[in-house]
């Protein structure tokens, strides 16, 4: 079966791939594992060496990954060229941290000597989205890697050309030539992948209902999984805020990746004194994006990445609006070739409505009403998701006991945007899935945490 590529920016087909049987995938498995056996034996300098040239590929070769984020799913090139340099920050962070992460820890205990030890486990499949088609698979790849783990990646069907570059990306970077394998499956064969028993565990980004899928397969086969699902991130501005700052940082972080980010800004939750001097700094600064070609250095909005994921979120704004909310600014699709939507902004927006309870994946901001800082944080947690959130206030302790302890979320900022970080653990809680990537926890989450004990 054919899996033809459309270019969102244009609605033109750019290329096909061929889907694989899935008796070839398993052959590939096969071939991954044995690789692995020993790779797992391998020094963590030999691994630092290959994933110290995987980072020096992704920045020299920048500008020809970017270009193919925006052919295969309309990323502003500018974005995708910040994206790869990411890539190369994160194999760079765990080539030099990882040794040191997973080195044995000695436990007092009545033993002659116990401690804990951390084994990779093996296989891991990896099912990745297309909306950072790079960043999600190696933030994975790195860490795994460098634990002496192995990987198969089944992308998004829109990117097959991203996956099958990350592959050759770790070929050419030195690394066993399957130990990273890319395969071109449909959604609906991957339970068939899980059930292979030399894949010993699942990390998923993506919806939660295609968490909530992977997660139950997984749980039939006893295989331990790291979800990192949707998300509607709340960012509170209160009465003390420096409201230019927080616009400029709202409108910033919902447009990220045209709007298409678990952890961009969503749900913008004002105290009622601020309401309309805010509401005309979103319209003004939302208003001042440039949509347009993706490959121009001058574009901030290009393409969602599928027409039928741009009228999915069309959908959602009139649905909203039949709700009772007010729509400032956009709301209407542009009579003009691709998957585009211009910047949008409801308010008045209400529970029940989808702007307020489900995931809006596209440049729409939606504007909601507190009475107070107790009022707001009620509003914030009144979701069934939580992966970021963040709150605007001139008083930075209580920003900080509101992010540690009256937000749920599993990544809480003050006075900025929610982003991740190679240093900083990341995933959310609820809806939003489970298990960390990224840090230090993110590198043990597919390790045998081994206890051993010494008489």
């Known amino acids: 079966m054919g899996t033809d590529v459309i270019n969102p920016a244009t609605g033109k087909k750019v290329r096909s791939f061929v889907e694989m049987d899935i008796d070839d995938v398993r052959s590939i498995i096969d071939d991954v594992h044995q690789t692995w056996l020993s790779w797992k034996q391998t020094s963590f300098n030999e691994r630092a060496k290959y994933m110290l040239n995987a980072s020096r590929i992704l920045k020299e070769e920048k500008d020809k990954y970017a270009s193919l984020m925006t052919e295969e799913m309309g990323k502003v090139k500018k974005a995708g060229i910040s994206e790869v340099e990411k890539c190369a920050w994160v194999c760079e962070y765990y080539a030099g941290n990882a040794e040191a992460f997973l080195q044995p820890q000695l436990v007092s205990t009545d033993a002659a000597k116990s401690y804990i030890s951390y084994q990779p486990l093996g296989v891991v499949l990896a099912v990745m989205p297309w909306n950072f088609p790079f960043w999600q698979v190696i933030r994975f790849a790195a860490p795994a890697l460098m634990a002496g783990n192995a990987g198969v990646l089944k992308h998004a069907s829109n990117v097959p050309g991203c996956g099958l570059a990350i592959e050759e990306l770790f070929q050419k970077a030195g690394f066993p030539a399957n130990l990273f394998r890319t395969i071109l499956l449909s959604s609906k064969e991957v339970s068939k992948v899980i059930e292979h028993p030399h894949v010993k565990a699942v990390t998923l980004t993506g919806s939660t209902p295609a968490g909530k899928a992977v997660a139950s397969k997984a749980g039939e086969m006893l295989k331990k999984t790291v979800l990192e699902l949707g998300g509607s991130d709340p960012y509170i501005i209160l009465e003390d805020a420096d409201l230019e700052h927080a616009a400029e940082t709202c409108v910033n972080s919902r447009l990220i990746n045209t709007g298409q980010s678990c952890i961009a800004a969503k749900r913008f939750i004002v105290v009622a004194p601020l309401k309309a001097q805010f509401e005309k ?169 081994k206890t051993v004990y010494i008489q």
Do not use: W
């Open 281 to 449: 700094l979103i319209v003004s600064k939302m208003q001042a994006k440039v949509m347009g070609d993706p490959q121009a250095d001058d574009t901030d909005l290009g393409p969602m990445a599928r027409e039928d994921l741009r009228d999915d979120l069309h959908r959602q704004v009139k649905a909203s609006i039949d709700a009772g909310a007010d729509c400032l600014l956009g709301g209407r699709r542009p009579d003009i070739a691709g998957a585009y939507y211009p910047a949008t902004v409801l308010t008045n927006v209400r529970p029940g409505s989808p702007a307020y309870d489900e995931e809006m994946f596209g440049p729409v901001a939606a504007i909601i009403t507190a009475n107070d800082e107790k009022d707001a944080i009620r509003i914030a947690n009144d979701t069934s998701f939580g992966l970021g959130a963040a709150v605007f206030t001139k008083d930075v302790k209580r920003g900080e006991q509101i992010a540690e302890q009256e937000l749920n979320a599993g990544s809480c900022f003050v006075n900025t945007l929610v982003k991740s970080d190679p240093r900083l653990p990341f995933g959310g809680i609820n809806e939003s899935g489970y298990g960390r990537e990224l840090g230090v926890f993110g590198i043990k989450e597919f390790m045998n945490i």
